[in-house]
């Protein structure tokens, strides 16, 4: 089992940064993956990024050049800093985990992006 808590979200300009915190516990030796999905109120969730372990990142194109996830293994942790942020960015964001072919999900962490 892997415990995942995420943190940094809230409410910024157009324009402005955020940076997302996912905490993880319990089971993290078997971690392989480590990412990002958000999900816009009356849409479907969908991936933004995820760090492989070894350090190779993916993004989806929606936010290239503006997302960057990094990771800390000592920490445990994942981060997603959102810089250049648009009104579309507004989505709950979930922190996931992939381990020994389960997904473990955060509970979320709202980002709204409004004048």
């Known amino acids: 089992q892997v415990q995942l808590v995420e943190s940094g979200g809230g409410l910024v300009q157009p324009g402005g940064s955020l940076r997302l915190s996912c905490a993880a516990s319990?089971?993290?030796?078997?971690?392989?993956?480590l990412g990002w999905y958000r999900q816009a109120p009356g849409k479907q969730r969908e991936w933004v990024a995820t760090?492989?372990?070894?350090?190779?990142?993916n993004y989806a194109d929606s936010v290239k050049g503006r997302f960057t996830i990094s990771g800390d293994n000592a920490k445990n942790t994942v981060w997603l800093q959102m810089n250049s942020l648009k009104f579309e960015d507004t989505a709950v964001y979930y922190c996931?985990?992939?381990?020994?072919?389960?997904?473990?999900w955060g509970q979320g962490t709202q980002v709204t992006v409004s004048s």
């Open positions: 760090i492989i372990r070894g350090g190779t990142t």
């Open positions: 319990g089971s993290i030796s078997a971690i392989n993956a």
């Open positions: 996931y985990a992939s381990s020994r072919g389960n997904v473990y």
